[in-house]
């Protein structure tokens, strides 16, 4: 029985990795698929993991309809038996929903990849109607881990290395923007809500190093 399979997790727990070994995985087995990707930070139609992975992808923007997407293959007589479809918190529910429809009416597996909330702790749309539609949802296993150790659990956005809470709720990260550079970083909680970054701590610890220093 074909499946519509979640993964997520926080940044830098391998989940473009995953998307990369799951298409490796099923194309050598014969099988056929489509690789779709949206925003990802090495460009568009690329999918990339941090680990320096990297292959071609077919981008997804708002206008993208995954039915009519794999009609069109079938229509060009090319067999579509799965999809990946990597950072899949910025599809829209809407086509969350196309994806559900073609495992249960076409018996194609979906396996879906992305994070569920945003640098303000907010479901993505994307991401909240996969938690509801979603036949399994997998946590991924590699924990990314906060500046101080704990296990990260959110997402932090940076400008010129200073952590923000408001803003847009999509900008691709590792980027250069008219106003500021733009990255994002793992923190477990405590540290997300306190707004403290690793240059942050690293700071406050210079700053007190300093103050002992001339007492």
Known sequence: MAELVFFTGT????????????????????????????????????????????TSAREVDDATDFWQVVADERGEGRL???????????????????????????????????????FRTRLFPGSARLLELADRIEVLQVQALCWCGRRATHNARTLDGVMVVEGEQVVVGDTAT?????????????HHMRTMTASSARALATSDATRLDLA
Do not use: W
């Not at 995953?18 to 925003?39: E, M, P, S």
């Not at 008219?178 to 405590?190: D, F, I, N, T």
């Open 11 to 54: 940044m830098d727990s391998g989940k473009s990795t995953l998307a990369l070994q799951t298409d490796f995985n099923y194309a050598a087995r014969g099988r056929t698929g489509l690789v779709f990707t949206r925003n990802d930070r090495a460009g568009a139609a690329r999918i990339s993991s941090r680990l320096g992975l990297e």
């Open 80 to 118: 579509v038996d799965y999809l990946v479809c990597d950072e899949a918190q910025f599809y829209s529910p809407a086509q969350v929903e196309q994806l559900a429809r073609l495992v249960d009416e076409v018996e194609i597996d979906v396996f879906a990849y992305g994070i569920t909330t945003d």
């Open 178 to 190: 008219v106003h500021a550079v733009v990255a994002y970083e793992v923190l477990c909680r405590r």
